[in-house]
């Protein structure tokens, strides 16, 4: 007899067993990213448990995003960004590719936590006062990852090419177009016009696989370049930690 959390897998069609690979996976890159930082996720294994955890969200960060860029680069394999063919590519994937519903459904929530870390993450820097000098620029770079997530979510919304994915581009146009000033230049840029058409799909999947990522590289590398110019250890501390 399945427990409910077999159960609950099963109705999305996630194996346990692809689950456990991913959460290891998980567990790699996010020890990878301390030993890169120089920090030790138990070396503060004496002070309060809520700053401890606090603290880890920057690593979890940087693993729930390897996550979703490998899930998204293997969605890119079968992906064909055409209005005539975006659904019937999905639905190949999710019933003929080994594995393939699974990627799916894990790359969609994968890219959900993403969004909430990040909320969690800034506010916890924002509870530190980790935006004044020295650290402004850390705290400027991380609320441009903050943007450019909200615009990861934005594309890839629209790239199922369904009457949901339409309905809710569509209602992203009407409330764009109306921002007095810039809202009519910025749907012409954004979307190509006030009509969601085959221009609009291909400037989503264009900035959704090519220009955001190579930004969000591009802003990672500063980002962690600037953490690593701060003396290891007091990196991450509260303020409260730092002050003991």
């Not at 194996?15 to 890169?36: E, H, K, N």
Request: proline share 5%.
């Amino acid at each position: 007899m399945k427990s409910r959390l077999e159960r609950w897998l099963s109705d999305r069609g996630i194996d346990p067993l692809d689950l456990l690979g991913i959460l290891a996976f998980s567990g790699f890159v996010f020890g990878r990213i301390y030993a890169w930082l120089k920090l030790d996720p138990d070396g503060r294994a004496d002070r309060g448990k809520l700053s401890r955890w606090a603290s880890h969200t920057g690593g979890l960060l940087f693993a729930v995003l390897m996550m979703t860029s490998i899930t998204g680069l293997l969605l890119a394999f079968y992906y064909h960004p055409t209005p005539e063919s975006a659904q019937a590519s999905l639905r190949y994937l999710e019933s003929e590719v080994t594995f393939g519903r699974t990627i799916r459904q894990v790359h969609a929530w994968s890219a959900s936590l993403l969004i909430f870390l990040l909320f969690f993450h800034v506010f916890r820097c924002f509870i530190w006062r980790s935006y004044g000098w020295p650290k402004g620029l850390t705290w400027f770079f991380g609320s441009v990852l903050l943007f450019l997530s909200f615009y990861f979510m934005l594309t890839g919304r629209l790239l199922p090419w369904d009457q949901n994915a339409y309905w809710k581009t569509v209602a992203n146009i009407e409330v764009l177009w109306n921002v007095p000033l810039f809202g009519s230049p910025l749907v012409s840029i954004l979307y190509g016009g006030k009509d969601v058409t085959w221009l609009t799909l291909i400037r989503f999947y264009s900035a959704h696989v090519f220009v955001l990522p190579m930004a969000t590289g591009a802003v990672l590398f500063i980002h962690f370049s600037y953490l690593r110019r701060r003396r290891p250890g007091t990196a991450m501390k509260s303020p409260g930690e730092r002050d003991e």
